[in-house]
């Protein structure tokens, strides 16, 4: 007799298929750098693909009539597809999602430029080390010069083509003013953590 595949598996399968459309979702900065126009296609299709992959699984708990684990099954496959709808229309939802779930690796930007070793005079600034590459769009990260004299860290999240970018600074004081992001006048907009914040398009008076 065939063995049974247990519930909790199929639901583990599940659950690690929801991590790629996620992930994805919370750097829809840097599939637009990269992808330009294709990135919405990159990630419909990557929540596409979820959905066609947790077919065969909720088939599976269905036709063994698990209602307590084909109840959870339909959650999870709820929860895949909403997840990154959710976060592609709420910006400010993603912004803050984003640098939370990756708060130790912004941490460690921090860290190196207190090194020395983010020290550029490139127009897109240093390149981070390969494992942090996912921190910036371009993997690079620029400093500034703030209007007190102290360093200012920006990190793009996004940036077009040719120019402009959006992203993450982290300041060492009060984060007045804006600031050239790549031909795009940014300022300050929500704060985080740490010193980071968020910069976006100044208003049109500002």
């Not at 199929?10 to 459309?21: D, E, N, Q, R, T």
């Amino acid at each position: 007799m065939r063995r049974r595949i247990p519930s909790w598996a199929v639901l583990l399968w599940m659950a690690a298929l929801i991590v790629p459309p996620v992930v994805l979702a919370l750097h829809t900065g840097w599939l637009f750098t990269v992808l330009w126009i294709l990135g919405p296609v990159a990630l419909i299709g990557a929540v596409f693909a979820f959905v066609v992959l947790c077919c065969p699984a909720l088939a599976l708990v269905a036709v063994h009539e698990r209602f307590t684990a084909l109840g959870l099954a339909c959650l999870v496959l709820i929860l895949g597809v909403a997840a990154p709808v959710v976060l592609v229309l709420s910006p400010d939802l993603r912004v803050r999602a984003r640098f939370y779930v990756e708060r130790s690796a912004f941490g460690s930007v921090v860290e190196l430029a207190r090194q020395g070793r983010l020290a550029s005079d490139e127009y897109y600034g240093a390149r981070l080390p390969g494992p942090l590459c996912f921190v910036s769009a371009t993997c690079g990260v620029v400093t500034w010069t703030a209007g007190d004299g102290q360093p200012v860290l920006f990190v793009p999240d996004w940036v077009g083509i040719p120019d402009d970018a959006v992203g993450y600074a982290h300041f060492t004081g009060p984060p007045g003013g804006s600031y050239d992001g790549f031909g795009l006048r940014i300022c300050p907009r929500l704060e985080l953590a740490d010193g980071w914040w968020w910069l976006d398009a100044c208003p049109r008076d500002g």
